[in-house]
Nanobody
Framework: VQLVESGGGLVEPGGSLRLSCAAS????????MSWYRQAPGKGRESVAS????????YYEDSVKARFPISRDNVLNTVYLQMNSLKPEDTAVYYC????????WGQGTQVTVSS
């Protein structure tokens, strides 16, 4: 499965972005999917996860209530709606299964700055 992330950019604090992760070349709908981020000089961390059905969702504390995760199994796409962005959200954002089963995509850069 190939993963392609998009939707990042430069945004001011308090702004919003919607990230998309499109999967191709294999089965997508049976996996827990996660969004990860890697800030400069830091390791990659998971910020949000969603069950195959979309019924269950899990969030890292710093993004809870700000970054709702969703998925469309027909379109093989996972989304991350990023609201009330903060400078500390600046990072490259990636998607993958909850256990990093697929090869990593190139990610999408999110920069929050005034």
């Amino acid at each position: 499965v190939q993963l392609v992330e998009s939707g990042g950019g430069l945004v001011e604090p308090g702004g919003s972005l919607r990230l998309s992760c499109a999967a191709s070349g294999g089965t997508f709908s049976s996996y827990y999917m996660s969004w990860y981020r890697q800030a400069p000089g830091k390791g990659r961390e998971s910020v949000a996860s969603i069950a195959p059905s979309g019924r269950y969702r899990y969030y890292e504390d710093s993004v809870k209530a700000r970054f709702p995760i969703s998925r469309d199994n027909v379109l093989n796409t996972v989304y991350l709606q990023m609201n009330s962005l903060k400078p500390e959200d600046t990072a490259v954002y990636y998607c993958n299964t909850i256990n990093s089963r697929f090869s990593w995509g190139q990610g999408t850069q999110v920069t929050v700055s005034s």
